[in-house]
């Protein structure tokens, strides 16, 4: 008798999901997360001239995919010439593509598991989005200090890791970067390789978040980051949050008017019975029919060995904020329109 009520409760699961399925357009196409079974950390996404989107993550291989969902390995981002202006550390971090004045620009971090001050911001550049990307040698930085954009003690932010670039509509530009030591943004030079003379540091974020992106919709930009702890497999309470703002520089506040800086936000996305550590998302894409896609990673509580798995949903818009379908991972949805 057990035994009938498992397989009635398994076929009713498995219809309801077919219902999901079958109510989409049929045009769409179908995915279940995660879409790289692997581990493949902090991603970050671009679209290239090819066609074809390039998924670069923690520990340099880069994927491509033509629809999001299906990726074949590439390589590594870097060549025999790395960046090496942290010692000791030649594995970078969450990096963070762009393409800018025609040039692939690849921002990353170099850092010490633990530690806030032996840690810093790089960036490197190629002509395609496969690399191999060369550690940017700027004139203003020291011998055998190739890569280097900032180190922690020089810009005065401990922890100065995860980086996300942005640019202003005038084509200003802008590194927004920080790990639980404050969110903070600069500003950059006009090729995006070095801190514009003169510029200096503003705080938009306060001591609770890492894994920043800027998205702007609608005349609001929107932050994304990541509280929790990030990396103990199934234990991970990692989570993605936003908060808003109508200027770059903020205030980005919550729903009932709290404060980014004061640790305060929304939960896009958090932990289900599936699934650990739902966080450091990638970039926001549009689809054709208009749908936007979020990129991020997570760790399977059932095989969290595996590592943190790369997984996509579909964000939706609701009085110009965002939400995910339940806050959770979907294990089943309709692909993007491409």
């Known amino acids: 008798m057990k035994y009938l009520i498992y397989v009635f409760f398994c076929l009713l699961s498995a219809y309801c ?12 196409g179908t995915y279940a997360n995660p879409i790289i079974g692997e581990d493949y950390p902090d991603p970050s996404y671009i679209k290239a001239d090819d066609g074809y989107f390039y998924l670069y993550g923690t520990g340099e291989n880069i994927k491509k995919s033509k629809d999001l969902v299906t990726w074949t390995y590439v390589g590594k981002a870097f060549g025999t010439f790395r960046p090496d202006f942290v010692p000791g550390v030649n594995r970078y ?10 040039k692939y620009v690849l921002y990353f971090a170099l850092s010490k598991w633990g530690s806030n001050d032996s840690c810093g911001i790089g960036v490197a550049v190629a002509d395609r989005p496969e690399g191999p990307f060369e550690p940017y040698d700027n004139p203003d930085t020291k011998v055998n200090e190739f890569g280097k954009l900032f180190l922690s003690y020089e810009i005065g932010v401990r922890n100065s890791i995860d980086p996300c670039y942005f640019e202003e509509d005038d084509g200003r530009k802008y590194l927004i970067w920080g790990s639980f030591s404050g969110i ?3 500003e950059l030079s006009d090729d995006g390789l070095s801190v514009k003379k003169g510029a200096v540091k503003t705080q938009i974020g306060g001591t609770a978040y890492e894994g920043s992106y800027i998205y702007k919709r609608n005349g609001y930009y929107y932050f994304f980051g990541s509280i929790g702890f990030c990396c103990s497999g199934a234990a991970s309470t990692y989570q ?88 959770t991972p979907s294990p089943l949805s309709a692909k993007p329109e491409l």
């Open 93 to 102: 971090w969450a990096p963070d593509i762009n393409k800018i004045n025609g």
């Open 17 to 28: 999901d077919a219902q999901v399925v079958t109510l989409r357009p049929k045009n769409y």
């Open 184 to 186: 903070y943004i600069i």
């Open 240 to 327: 993605t949050v936003y908060a808003r703002s109508t200027s770059l520089f903020g205030p980005y506040t919550t729903k009932t008017g709290g404060s980014l800086m004061k640790n305060q936000h929304e939960v896009l996305i958090h932990g289900n019975e599936k699934w650990a550590g739902t966080g450091h998302n990638a970039e926001i894409f549009t689809d054709k029919n208009g749908d936007d896609w979020i990129i991020y990673h997570a760790y399977s509580k059932t095989n969290p060995d595996i590592g943190r798995m790369a997984l996509m949903d579909k964000v939706h818009w609701t009085n110009n904020w965002p939400s995910v379908y339940g806050s």
